[in-house]
């Protein structure tokens, strides 16, 4: 068991140099002049070139490589052309909102799909088994700026119900942050209003991201109940009257849970690709609108930034995950 | 024969299913409009760049079925249109991916060694970083348009082909036929090339299935961001970037070149299911 | 339900009454704040590093220079300097400040913060430098007293006083105690401001929202009254127009600007929304590549000028553009129309297309314009359109900006044909001329690298000249000179246009800020 740790976290390691190793190759083979991002819009020649030797854009790439892993390794990201800001500053001022974003659609898509996959089960082959099959499929198949448009368009232009995008209000002060998520900042000191206007503001982008995971999460339950649902110890303890609701919810729930914990693993991942996407529709300030806008304003250390950051993330959640099936999973317990 | 017979079963194990024929309906409906399209379009010109600006953002109507876009465009007929592009750039995309992917993932699956574990420790790099941000990044380095944009997700697709090969692979080696096939002196290429490939193939012809669907998916969502096709090209993801700024009071031409992704993703993905229920049944259902 | 930004205020004003203190924004007293949204973010805030027109905009807010450029037609005022004299030779100019300027801090605004502030942009040598440093050298700025500051320039150069107003006065005090590694406080002042403008900063967040403070006791006052004036102002920036829309009608938003003509055309039928629509001063031109490619013809670029659907320009504006009859646009002093500068005419395209090395057309151009900008990629369309008559491709290329200047700043890279919106940064002429001089190669207005020698000495004649008779009639047959040569497309001038609720009282348009731009100072909420 331990060993098998071990070696999980020691491939992590290398499977971040890799990482490290992939961006720098990927970063320099931009085609745009990053000096002349920096200068603004009224530089001239000299200046351009001024800002080139201020950031190093000049040397060797070997000696840009080796400058690169030592900065990565303070926890230095380089600097975005574009603002003159450090981009791990920006990293770490951006990535609060992206996984507020992210754990929120988590865990709506676990609880929706979980009692959307029981029920499904429960009422296997009836109309809303059907529904539910064809959502879940959907919920794949859909483009999510799509989606986010729709519902944008719908809940937001047409109805007014919520707001059409962003964080927080334009002129609501949410404070100096605690832990960097509004919602639970919000609890944290007590006010209600702004728990409910950031509820309101995470409302919508949460589902559409949340959509995939959810089907997923509901096909798998679904299919997990039905299976133990139908398993030999189910029928034992129906014969002794135990309530069907109580079988459900105790045993069938248990088992659905290890399949549940792989999906979480690679819906997440999913996730932080698609929260790309979402956050440009909803101009949620997360690092995946930070990326994008970055890769259209040809600012490559951003880009890189982001791509490093959700790479180790996710790294991480494997690890954790494929750490935690371990402990949960008795037959790689023994192995 | 036993391919008819074979033939027969599947379609009528396909016909049974009512998702896998609304799958099988949705893709031919898109194959037809890709293949027909520019001949039965209502206004071929606004695909090659008229513009047309006393007629732009005007509802749907009897002249404009889809209304029109920001100079004067018929939206439908460019929708149609883009059914041609979109089809292409997946099934390229798809095709590309697996002639890269496949092999490597056979010879890894087979050879063993020490060249699975390169192989597969640069498959999972590949895989460490999600696809579209990894997409996302090669674009940006490579410049944005619809043939960097192929490349990049190339690149991001054809490890997901090596991981099914080389499991495939792996679990042919073990068979029986293979054994005897290797006894009796046949040289490993032929085994490859005459047992382990048919017998893989199912599972990675599920998977191109689905992967259709999404590759679509994924370059309108590079043009969605703004670093797919460029104009006049009337690729769905970019019509609908640009659709975005003319929310909320001229909505349609958002809303229906979207509604072909979907359908297009959707009709892949129920198509691809509906294959795997034929073609390779036991495997694990997710 | 509608959240109106009141409603918000409210709940922050009652949940303030909880322990704790930094959430909810003072007010002060029953004073409003103003909510500016556009689209376009703040990276550096520094005064003598950068400048565009949301930058300026809190610039000109935070900061304060010698003089400041008002009213429509633009004039220039007193402002720091309440007077100025011009030595007869136009070498010597020396200001005198005003008594009671303050630094938000409470240092008094004296000659040697003028002077440390003009010695600290030339040295930058960014942003705003360009327009002095080729005539001003730092050693020849001197703070004769306390309140008197004199300039003694290397040539004469009429244009001086029109570039002044950009120059921003900073706090010596301030930056030189902020000072990182000899970096004379860039990194500092990117974020922070050492002003002694109207405003001071509240909160800076580059990429979302700026939220300034009003300065109670402001030295030159408040012309609406101190019982008028706003509490303060927030911009915000959305990249999006819809979200735009959205807060502009749920009254989260005051004043919204980069509006689509489409956009306003919807919005002015909005009840509570006025809609200000003013001719501008920015030029769009589609810059040819004067010296390599087919474009170096004069005959393609006539041809192509010839072909172009001008009209279109007009329409995709819904009316609210003005064509160019003149390099110049019609608010510069010195601008005449130009007689004969083309309009759409096949035929003579044609003839023109004839002359050249392909005469019948099959060639492919690039049009390149800066990624994101709805308008120029929309003309960029019609183009392709237009060059149909004359079976010429075209290749629409969105780039970013930078990457576009880059492109464009050496005569073998540049594309073939590139959009720009080009602002005059002032009242002076020269602005507009200098442009196509051959120092201007490099620039992102100079990208044409137009060549014509005769035209290059007219324009370096005109900026010394002090006789202003002379100077306007020789200005006039420069414009003709470049038309002649057409080293663009002159295009439009498109109308600038904001969107705001019927109580935003104040607004001062001045066709020589950036689009988008508005003067903050002395607008106010009448509600």
Known sequence: MLVYLLRRIALAGLMLFGLVCLTFAIANVAPSDPAALAAGPDAGRSQIEQVRREYGLDRPLPEQFVRYVGDLVQGEFGRSVATGRSVGRDLARYFPATLELCLVAMAFGMLAGISLGMLSALFKDRWLDHAMRIFAVSGIALPPFWFGLLLQLGFAAWLGWLPTSGRIGVSTDPGDPITGLLLVDSLLRGNGPLFVQCLSYIALPALVLSLPCLASILRVNRSEMVEALRADYITAARAHGVSRWRLVTVHALKNAMLPTLAIIGLRWGWMMSSTVLVETVFDWPGIGLYAVSSAIAGDFKPVMGVTLIIGLNFMLVNLVVDLLYGVLDPRLRHA | ?286 | MTTTRRAILHGAALSALAPSMSWAFDKDGDRKILVFSGNQAVPVLDPHVRYDWSTRMIQQSVYDGLLKYVGNPPRIIPWLAEKYEASPDGLTYTFHLVGNAKFHNGDPVDAEAVRYSFERALKLNAGVAWMLKDFLKPEKITAVDAKTVRFVLERPFQPFISYVPWWYIVNPKQVQANVVDGDYGKKWLTENEAGSGPFKLKRFDSTALIHMDAVPDYWKGWPMGDKNRLSGVIYRIVREAAPRRAGLQRREMDVVTNMSPDDMQQLAKLPGVRAEDHPGSTTFGIKFNCQTGPTADINLRKAIAYAFDYEALITIHNGGAKLMDSPFPPTMEGHIPVPGIPRKDVAKAKEFLAKTKTPSGGIELEYVHVQGLEDARRIGLVLLDSLRTLDIKLNIVGQPWPTMVARGSKPDTAANMTSVYVTPIGTDPDTVAFQYHRDSWGLYYGMSHYEDKEAWAMIAEARGLTDKARRMALYGEIQKRIVADQPEIFGMIPNRTWAMRDYVKGFEFSPVRFTGEVDLYPMWIDA
């Open chain 2, 1 to 286: 024969m036993a391919l008819s017979r074979g033939v027969r079963l599947a379609a009528w194990q396909l016909g049974r299913s009512f998702a896998s024929m609304l799958g099988l309906v949705l893709v031919a409906v898109i194959v037809v409009l890709a293949l027909i399209g520019p001949w039965i379009v209502p206004y071929p010109d606004d695909v090659a760049g008229a513009v047309r600006l006393s007629g732009k953002l005007q509802p749907p109507s009897a002249a404009h079925w889809f209304g029109t876009d920001e100079v004067g465009n018929d939206v439908l007929t460019r929708t149609i249109i883009g059914a041609r592009l979109s089809l292409l750039v997946g099934i390229g995309i798809t095709f590309a991916a697996a002639a890269i992917g496949v092999p490597l993932g056979i010879l890894a699956g087979t050879v063993g060694g020490r060249v699975r574990e390169i192989i597969m420790r640069l498959t999972d790099l590949f895989l460490s970083v999600p696809g579209l941000v990894l997409a996302i990044a090669l674009v940006a380095a490579l410049g944005a348009g619809i043939v960097n944009a192929m490349i990049a997700l190339v690149l991001v697709w054809w490890p997901g082909y090596v991981r099914l090969a080389e499991s495939k692979a792996l679990s042919i080696r073990e068979e029986a036929y293979i054994e005897a096939a290797r006894v009796a002196g046949a040289p490993r290429l032929r085994i490859l090339w005459r047992h382990v490939l048919p017998n893989s193939i199912s599972p990675i012809i599920v998977k191109m299935s689905m992967d259709i669907g999404q590759a679509i998916l994924a370059v309108a969502s590079l043009g969605f961001i703004g670093l797919g096709a460029k104009p006049p090209t009337p690729e769905w993801g970019a019509m609908i970037s640009i659709a975005r700024g003319y929310l909320p009071d001229w909505w349609w031409y958002a809303i229906f070149p979207g509604a072909f992704i979907y359908a297009s993703v959707l009709g892949f993905n129920l198509l691809g299911d509906g294959l795997r229920d034929i073609l390779d049944p036991r495997s694990n259902r997710g």
